[in-house]
């Protein structure tokens, strides 16, 4: 295990940030922290990188007890939502940072700058100043600075949420594909689930201070361990009192068994999926179906239908009844 | 019309309130020739007075430097109970009139009080020599670099400083890498504000001094010994000086103050 956190709890003031939460990190993983905004991933990232003191409880980083150790100490590498870069420094100076502090031979410094900004495709903005270079710029910056001094485990916390969508996804791509080259185990923080999914090989969803679940993607769309974890991973509508994916509902024109009747209000084309929007007894229902099953079944707002979930679809009983 | 006869105003009030007085000073200073300012300020007790006030000043300066650089990182980066408090009693000097700082120095460390009688005691003199007048011009000049400095750290935040710590670099290293270039602009102005404050102290100076001539005068102590020993010349020589020290420092300020934060 790269790192592993055992019943770390903290509070900020009288609030629980963090109740007893324990995380188990594989080494040479790229790990998504994913919940909603105050569930305490972030707490839990900056604990893990000694940037905040648990109240109780243990961080362990490649097997050695690191909860008591300062940050300078941890060897951890931290990338901050808003780059934290050396206003008065350039790239060049902002990469050498760790290197200059643990006092490297200059030319050792100079080589190793120079291939992370070839790593991060900065190599031509090295003499410019942060104030010169693009949110995305200055993130790959805050990352070839966190690489240069080799951390053991690099953490993100939330890195692509200060940048607009395009950038955003180009930068997740990116990542990834770093993460492939560099092996460097690797954490970050998110809100956004379409993020985690893409980039993270695990995933640990964290709201109210708690671990919800943890696994890879696939497994915590497919069996979700509880509705909240359903509902955040992924859309979930509710039928016959118990939650569904939308891509798991059958529509179709005549009844069979164990379908409930429901009638079309709008159908929306979205491309190549076709959203549809229905009424079943006094609650609302959506089911999201191909163009072609739509063309089949030629939906008009007004049509009574019958749904059913799929044989093999994932349901969970609803949590308000 | 109306935007002239404001103009005419705002000329006409500036006139009779700086620009007359002043250079009334600088055109009596110099109306007898140069020759008798150079023999104005080189007279012994000038230039005792020059070195009084630049050893006062520079002492404030630095103690006022490191004094303000550690509190205003303790109210921007740290959270203790009476941390308010503290804030509000940074900016005391302010509000208090100088000749109330002077008598409460001397109340505090004369030589009937316990603290002053021990000091003395110990061989150190405080009241009617250097150190009381130090402590009276950092007393005065107080708040001007901690409330420099404070906006510019909240403003900074600290994502830097936390940048750097998970870098490997300690707090030394952290403050002298990341923090102090972050506020090298700021810091200066202060300082600057802080000197042009220290080398002007009259009033808290004037009471804990004694105004021993030759001994405990200050530049401005001796503009106001000579003019009332019917010493003009020598006075208005004195005076000029300290207005342009003024005015250099307000030109230093200028240079230092549009900087941080881009």
């Given at each position: 295990?790269?790192?592993?956190?055992?019943?770390?709890?903290?509070?900020?003031?009288?609030?629980?940030?963090?109740?007893?939460?324990?995380?188990?990190?594989?080494?040479?993983?790229?790990?998504?922290?994913?919940?909603?905004?105050?569930?305490?991933?972030?707490?839990?990232?900056?604990?893990?990188?000694?940037?905040?003191?648990?109240?109780?409880?243990?961080?362990?980083?490649?097997?050695?007890?690191?909860?008591?150790?300062?940050?300078?100490?941890?060897?951890?590498?931290?990338?901050?939502?808003?780059?934290?870069?050396?206003?008065?420094?350039?790239?060049?100076?902002?990469?050498?940072?760790?290197?200059?502090?643990?006092?490297?031979?200059?030319?050792?410094?100079?080589?190793?700058?120079?291939?992370?900004?070839?790593?991060?495709?900065?190599?031509?903005?090295?003499?410019?100043?942060?104030?010169?270079?693009?949110?995305?710029?200055?993130?790959?910056?805050?990352?070839?600075?966190?690489?240069?001094?080799?951390?053991?485990?690099?953490?993100?916390?939330?890195?692509?949420?200060?940048?607009?969508?395009?950038?955003?996804?180009?930068?997740?791509?990116?990542?990834?594909?770093?993460?492939?080259?560099?092996?460097?185990?690797?954490?970050?923080?998110?809100?956004d689930q379409e993020?985690a999914m893409d980039?993270?090989?695990?995933?640990?969803?964290?709201?109210?201070?708690?671990?919800?679940q943890?696994?890879r993607p696939q497994d915590l769309y497919d069996n979700p361990a509880s509705p909240f974890v359903m509902s955040f991973l992924g859309p979930v509508t509710e039928l016959g009192g118990r939650l569904v994916r939308p891509h798991d509902i059958d529509v179709t024109a005549e009844s069979v068994e164990g379908s409930t009747a429901a009638v079309v209000n709008r159908v929306v084309h979205l491309g190549f999926e076709v959203r549809v929007e229905l009424t079943a007894g006094d609650r609302d229902v959506w089911a999201q179906i191909t163009r072609g099953a739509a063309g089949r079944l030629g939906l008009q707002p007004g049509d009574t239908v019958h749904l059913r979930p799929v044989p093999a679809a994932k349901s969970l009983a609803a949590a308000d009844a | 019309?109306?935007?002239?006869?404001?103009?005419?105003?705002?000329?006409?009030?500036?006139?009779?309130?700086?620009?007359?007085?002043?250079?009334?000073?600088?055109?009596?200073?110099?109306?007898?020739?140069?020759?008798?300012?150079?023999?104005?300020?080189?007279?012994?007790?000038?230039?005792?007075?020059?070195?009084?006030?630049?050893?006062?000043?520079?002492?404030?300066?630095?103690?006022?430097?490191?004094?303000?650089?550690?509190?205003?990182?303790?109210?921007?980066?740290?959270?203790?109970?009476?941390?308010?408090?503290?804030?509000?009693?940074?900016?005391?000097?302010?509000?208090?009139?100088?000749?109330?700082?002077?008598?409460?120095?001397?109340?505090?460390?004369?030589?009937?009080?316990?603290?002053?009688?021990?000091?003395?005691?110990?061989?150190?003199?405080?009241?009617?020599?250097?150190?009381?007048?130090?402590?009276?011009?950092?007393?005065?000049?107080?708040?001007?670099?901690?409330?420099?400095?404070?906006?510019?750290?909240?403003?900074?935040?600290?994502?830097?400083?936390?940048?750097?710590?998970?870098?490997?670099?300690?707090?030394?290293?952290?403050?002298?890498?990341?923090?102090?270039?972050?506020?090298?602009?700021?810091?200066?102005?202060?300082?600057?504000?802080?000197?042009?404050?220290?080398?002007?102290?009259?009033?808290?100076?004037?009471?804990?001094?004694?105004?021993?001539?030759?001994?405990?005068?200050?530049?401005?102590?001796?503009?106001?010994?000579?003019?009332?020993?019917?010493?003009?010349?020598?006075?208005?020589?004195?005076?000029?000086?300290?207005?342009?020290?003024?005015?250099?420092?307000?030109?230093?300020?200028?240079?230092?103050?549009?900087?941080?934060?881009?």
């Amino acid at each position: 295990m790269a790192i592993e956190v055992r019943g770390v709890s903290k509070s900020f003031g009288r609030t629980p940030v963090l109740k007893d939460v324990s995380v188990d990190i594989v080494s040479g993983s790229l790990t998504a922290l994913l919940g909603p905004s105050g569930g305490g991933k972030s707490t839990l990232l900056r604990v893990i990188a000694g940037l905040e003191v648990p109240d109780a409880g243990n961080v362990l980083i490649s097997g050695v007890d690191a909860t008591r150790l300062s940050p300078q100490r941890r060897n951890v590498g931290f990338v901050f939502q808003h780059y934290a870069a050396f206003k008065h420094l350039s790239v060049r100076r902002n990469v050498a940072f760790g290197l200059e502090i643990r006092k490297r031979p200059k030319a050792e410094i100079r080589a190793r700058v120079d291939e992370l900004l070839q790593l991060v495709h900065l190599e031509q903005f090295a003499d410019r100043y942060p104030a010169q270079l693009s949110g995305g710029q200055r993130q790959r910056m805050a990352l070839a600075r966190a690489l240069a001094v080799e951390p053991q485990v690099l953490l993100l916390d939330e890195p692509f949420g200060a940048l607009d969508a395009q950038v955003r996804k180009e930068l997740r791509t990116w990542l990834r594909r770093l993460h492939d080259e560099v092996h460097v185990t690797t954490v970050f923080v998110t809100h956004d689930q379409e993020e985690a999914m893409d980039v993270a090989d695990e995933i640990v969803v964290l709201a109210d201070g708690e671990v919800k679940q943890a696994g890879r993607p696939q497994d915590l769309y497919d069996n979700p361990a509880s509705p909240f974890v359903m509902s955040f991973l992924g859309p979930v509508t509710e039928l016959g009192g118990r939650l569904v994916r939308p891509h798991d509902i059958d529509v179709t024109a005549e009844s069979v068994e164990g379908s409930t009747a429901a009638v079309v209000n709008r159908v929306v084309h979205l491309g190549f999926e076709v959203r549809v929007e229905l009424t079943a007894g006094d609650r609302d229902v959506w089911a999201q179906i191909t163009r072609g099953a739509a063309g089949r079944l030629g939906l008009q707002p007004g049509d009574t239908v019958h749904l059913r979930p799929v044989p093999a679809a994932k349901s969970l009983a609803a949590a308000d009844a | 019309m109306a935007k002239y006869l404001l103009r005419a105003i705002a000329l006409l009030y500036l006139l009779f309130l700086l620009i007359l007085p002043v250079g009334l000073i600088v055109w009596q200073t110099f109306g007898d020739g140069l020759q008798n300012v150079i023999d104005a300020l080189t007279s012994e007790e000038a230039i005792h007075a020059f070195q009084v006030t630049l050893q006062v000043a520079i002492w404030a300066v630095v103690l006022n430097t490191v004094f303000g650089v550690g509190v205003a990182l303790l109210l921007t980066r740290t959270n203790f109970p009476g941390k308010r408090l503290l804030n509000a009693l940074i900016d005391l000097p302010l509000a208090v009139s100088p000749v109330v700082v002077g008598l409460a120095l001397i109340l505090a460390y004369g030589r009937y009080s316990t603290v002053g009688g021990w000091l003395e005691n110990a061989g150190i003199q405080v009241i009617f020599s250097i150190p009381g007048m130090v402590l009276a011009t950092v007393f005065v000049s107080l708040p001007l670099v901690v409330r420099a400095i404070v906006p510019v750290l909240e403003e900074m935040g600290d994502d830097q400083e936390q940048a750097a710590r998970t870098l490997g670099a300690g707090g030394w290293q952290t403050f002298r890498r990341i923090t102090l270039p972050g506020i090298r602009s700021a810091l200066g102005y202060g300082i600057v504000l802080c000197l042009a404050r220290a080398l002007g102290e009259y009033g808290a100076v004037a009471v804990v001094s004694g105004k021993v001539v030759g001994e405990t005068q200050t530049l401005t102590l001796f503009v106001e010994e000579r003019y009332l020993n019917y010493e003009v010349p020598a006075a208005f020589a004195a005076a000029t000086v300290l207005a342009l020290l003024a005015v250099g420092s307000l030109l230093l300020t200028t240079l230092l103050r549009p900087k941080d934060g881009n």
